[in-house]
């Protein structure tokens, strides 16, 4: 009976240590998935950062350009309304805008 026990308990550990190698198999694995994704995540995350940098540059590009447009607008505008006065001063004397007499 001693050496039914004693095979039992030696099968006993034997599945343990079995066990154990599995669990540290997994654990080790399980790292290993886990620094995979944390790189990807950090590349993912520089990408991110590098996109959203690119799309400052744009808005503060296309914000510069359409204030350039705005200033040249308005001058624009400005002209347009000293033209129109001189036009309009200038028909007072019975000329119209297409040439003819009034």
């Known amino acids: 009976q001693l050496s039914a026990e ?4 030696q099968a ?3 599945s343990i ?3 154990e190698k599995i669990i540290k198999d997994e654990r ?3 790292a290993e998935q886990a620094d995979i994704y944390n790189q990807r995540l950090k590349a993912q995350k520089r990408k991110l950062e590098e996109t959203e940098d690119e799309v400052t540059r744009v808005k503060r590009k296309l914000q510069t350009k359409l204030d350039d447009a705005t200033v040249q607008n308005d001058k624009l505008q400005r002209e347009v309304t000293i ?3 001189k036009a309009a001063d200038t028909n007072d ?3 119209t805008p297409d040439g ?3």
Request: hydrophobic share 25%.
């Open 6 to 9: 004693s095979r039992d308990r």
């Open 12 to 14: 006993a550990s034997k």
């Open 17 to 19: 240590k079995k066990l």
């Open 28 to 30: 080790k694995q399980a």
């Open 83 to 85: 033209l129109r006065s």
């Open 93 to 95: 004397g019975g000329v």
């Open 100 to 102: 003819g007499d009034r």
